[in-house]
């Protein structure tokens, strides 16, 4: 848990060096409303420091100036758009600033899938569309409630009043859900995956310290270390392909990696992206459901029309592509569960020409984020924002606020992440699971914040016990 607490509080320092990486200086003026920069060579970055996170600062702004704001990442401008209205401007904006996502570079490397722009990010997006689709999705019904059933198993063995770690459990959960739907039988052995997660964590948290600024000397046994755990990590999932191109898999027995291995990617692609996919699927499903698991926990009402909607439409039936849009409430509850927890709080994309939006003059090539998770808590579309209430998504309430308001997936260029409608399938299996067989209790005094990153996670372990239905 301490590790995603670190990963949000220095996130914007290892922004600040990216940015002076891809944008060493700019001095465009702008009509724009924001701050000026408070530091000449920072820009902003204490007053975000001081906010407490990317997202909070940008809450600031757009509480003090309105829905367009700029302001200052080293010396290049950033603008920040707050608006379903102004956010239409870049409906068909494919291309993604890379400084913002520079941090991950030593890990997923330049070949990255997240790194690619123009007609070959199209190519290779539409590959990734094609991986996440209805028709893949059919194989891994059968792997979620697998692993999910698994884990009902381990909590049902344990004490009566046992305190249970949910963001824990929830990413172990998560992570063999991604590892296996993208990787195969390999990782059902989980000698196998946590030996994977043991490498791929060191990686992580190097990546976190060098974020704050704390980078190693390449000669240092700390460069080797990471060095040694990413080898495991891309040997790992090169023997996979390798073993998967020799013997590949039956009708219905397709994962992820078969998509790749059979689009003929060339071979460094191929292992940046199935890397990247896995951290991308592991982070957001982990923390979605642990999230959503607290929510409940804290508000009993909405549990039990959960637990009633999933057994008066399955029954103890598992779900099914044919069933699971029969649970509109469930859905409703993990839509509400992304929008009060921020889950993503923003996007972002550039422009090769000057554009103009909401009546101010954007030059080309400026970073322009989506204040994606500042819409999903504005007074204006959302009444209560900080209160978690389902309803809000019911049929009729939807219709009165613009589709564009709730993008927990962003929304630009054909851009959503591919893994949406994956995530929904994952998290309605393992929730309809866990609460057909366990009611959630928080141990009282416990109180949770959110912690904004590029993924908001819970600032403390979230504790529970459990009641056998």
């Known amino acids: 848990m301490l590790s995603f607490v670190i990963f949000a509080v220095t996130f914007t320092i290892g922004l600040l060096i990216a940015v002076f990486y891809f944008y060493p200086g700019s001095t465009r003026s702008t009509t724009i409303p924001g701050p000026s920069p408070s530091d000449p060579k920072d820009g902003n970055l204490a007053d975000i420091g001081a906010a407490g996170s990317l997202h909070q600062y940008l809450k600031k702004l757009h509480d003090e100036h309105g829905e367009i704001v700029s302001l200052w990442l080293g010396r290049q401008m950033y603008v920040s758009l707050a608006s379903p209205d102004l956010w239409k401007a870049h409906m068909k904006v494919f291309d993604r600033p890379n400084d913002l996502y520079a941090l991950f570079l030593p890990l ?42 698994q884990l009902c198993q381990k909590i049902s063995s344990l004490p009566k009043n046992e305190h249970i770690p949910i963001h824990q459990y929830m990413m172990a959960l998560s992570l063999k859900g991604i590892t296996q739907t993208s990787f195969g039988d390999y990782f059902k052995d989980d000698k196998r995956a ?25 000669k240092s046994d700390r460069q080797k270390k990471f060095d040694k ?3 495991y990590l ?42 990247t996919y896995v951290i991308g699927g592991l982070h957001t499903s982990g923390n979605a459901i642990a999230w959503c698991l607290y929510f409940l926990a804290t508000h009993k009402d909405v549990e039990k029309r959960v637990y009633q909607e999933l057994k008066d439409v399955l029954g103890d039936e598992k779900v099914t592509s044919q069933t699971i849009g029969k649970l509109v409430y469930t859905r409703q509850v993990l839509d509400e569960t992304m929008r009060t927890a921020v889950l993503a709080p923003f996007s972002a994309r550039y422009q090769e020409m000057d554009v103009q939006i909401g009546g101010h003059l954007i030059p080309k090539m400026t970073p322009v984020i989506h204040a994606l998770g500042v819409v999903q808590q504005d007074e ?37 992440c591919p893994g949406y409608r994956f995530s929904y399938v994952e998290l309605t299996v393992f929730l309809s699971q866990l609460i057909r067989k366990f009611k959630f209790n928080l141990i009282e005094g416990l109180v949770i914040e959110p912690v904004h990153g590029l993924v908001t996670c819970p600032s403390d372990e979230i504790w529970v016990t459990v009641e056998k239905r």
């Open 380 to 416: 204006k579309y959302w009444s209560e924002p900080k209160l978690f209430n389902p309803d809000r998504f019911s049929e009729e309430n939807s219709k009165l606020r613009d589709k564009l308001t709730f993008s927990p997936f962003g929304f630009a260029g054909k851009r959503i």
């Open 194 to 218: 946590f030996e994977f997660k043991k490498h791929y964590d060191l990686c992580w948290q190097d990546l976190e310290s060098r974020m704050s600024g704390d980078l190693p000397d390449p």
């Open 229 to 231: 755990s990413k080898e």
């Open 234 to 275: 891309f040997e790992t999932i090169g023997t996979l392909i390798t073993e998967r191109r020799n013997n590949p898999p039956p009708e219905g027995k397709h994962v992820f990696l078969d998509v790749l291995i059979e689009a003929d990617i060339p071979e460094d692609q191929l292992l940046a992206d199935a890397l």
């Open 108 to 149: 997923i490397t330049q070949q990255s899938v997240q790194y690619a722009n123009k007609e070959e990010g199209r190519k290779r997006r539409k590959l990734t569309d094609h991986a996440f689709g209805h028709h893949m999705l059919e194989n891994f019904y059968g792997v979620f409630h697998e692993v999910v059933d």
